[in-house]
């Protein structure tokens, strides 16, 4: 079975904000996240899942996550999520 590799948009459920990643299990990082031990959104949980992508390689992945990340990309995707 292949691995696949995610790119997700958390939602803040506390402060609204967005939060943008990537990762190879998903379940378990929206968890790591939750219980606030992950750097850039501790204390800002709960967080809800809003969007994902799949890729077959973590190159892809970090690639589309970064891409998203750049500015005008970032309010595409905000465009998208109809935020």
Do not use: C, W
């Not at 904000?17 to 949980?45: D, M, V």
């Not at 799949?54 to 595409?76: C, D, I, M, P």
């Amino acid at each position: 079975m292949e691995d696949k590799f995610y790119v997700y948009v958390l939602k803040s459920l506390k402060n609204g904000r967005f939060y943008t990643g990537s990762t190879n299990n998903l379940k378990r990082r929206l968890f790591e996240h939750n219980i606030g031990q992950t750097k850039y959104t501790k204390g800002a949980g709960p967080f809800e899942l809003i969007y994902k992508e799949v890729y077959n390689t973590r190159l892809e992945a970090n690639r589309r996550e970064k891409f998203l990340k750049t500015g005008k990309e970032r309010e595409l995707l905000k465009q998208i999520l109809g935020t």
